[in-house]
T-cell receptor, first 110, second 113 residues
Framework: ETGVTQSPTHLIKTRGQQVTLRCSSQSGHNTVSWYQQALGQGPQFIFQYYREEENGRGNFPPRFSGLQFPNYSSELNVNALELDDSALYLC?????????FGEGSWLTVV | GEDVEQSLFLSVREGDSSVINCTYTDSSSTYLYWYKQEPGAGLQLLTYIFSNMDMKQDQRLTVLLNKKDKHLSLRIADTQTGDSAIYFCAGTNYGGSQGNLIFGKGTKLSVKP
């Protein structure tokens, strides 16, 4: 039990649409990160939030954005979806050095 | 930046030991992690090691770190069919942010009965 829950588990969107993915982590886990995992690849870092401020970003365009809330929940928003955005999106939270992942949200863009 | 490489496949017989290897490029990586991913699931944290340690043991798992060669390995003793999964090695990048992990492409472990 990682204490990190994500929703929805699966969703299908059309190219050009927008999507919001949600993550809830344990109380006290002040850092949350989002990763994109394409089929057959390792996860790629999208960005990280610490105490509701963006605290690092990977090589993803600005149409990938996020929010972190005081109740340890967070969101990943993706605008103008492209076919290549189809992937598993993973949320991770950590307190100190232990980094836990959720089960992910599978996004398919058609 | 950091680059992490792993061999893609490993096949062992049930009861044997499995050794999954990983190399990384950034010598300033402070923490190195091993995760397990079963089909259709998220990542399960197995263990992690500080860069000032050479070895860490946790039940059937043994992690060895050779900082000079930038080589990390995960040994699974008495491998079971339930250990069949993809194993990812990951390290922090030189920015040092603990949540910013750089992953390898994963090693698919197949355990034959």
């Amino acid at each position: 039990e990682t204490g990190v829950t994500q929703s929805p588990t699966h969703l299908i969107k059309t190219r050009g649409q927008q999507v919001t993915l949600r993550c809830s982590s344990q109380s006290g886990h002040n850092t949350v990160s989002w990763y994109q995992q394409a089929l057959g690849q390792g996860p790629q870092f999208i960005f990280q939030y610490y105490r509701e401020e963006e605290n690092g970003r990977g090589n993803f365009p600005p149409r990938f954005s996020g929010l972190q809330f005081p109740n340890y929940s967070s969101e990943l928003n993706v605008n103008a979806l492209e076919l290549d955005d189809s992937a598993l999106y993973l949320c991770a939270s950590n307190s100190g050095n232990t980094i836990y992942f959720g089960e992910g949200s599978w996004l398919t863009v058609v | 930046g950091e680059d992490v490489e792993q061999s893609l496949f490993l096949s062992v017989r049930e009861g044997d030991s499995s050794v999954i290897n990983c190399t990384y490029t950034d010598s300033s990586s402070t923490y190195l992690y091993w995760y397990k991913q079963e089909p259709g699931a998220g990542l399960q944290l197995l263990t992690y090691i500080f860069s000032n340690m050479d070895m860490k043991q946790d039940q059937r798992l043994t992690v060895l770190l050779n900082k000079k060669d930038k080589h990390l390995s995960l040994r699974i003793a008495d491998t079971q069919t339930g250990d069949s999964a993809i194993y990812f090695c990951a390290g922090t990048n030189y920015g040092g942010s603990q949540g910013n992990l750089i992953f390898g492409k994963g090693t698919k472990l197949s355990v034959k009965p």
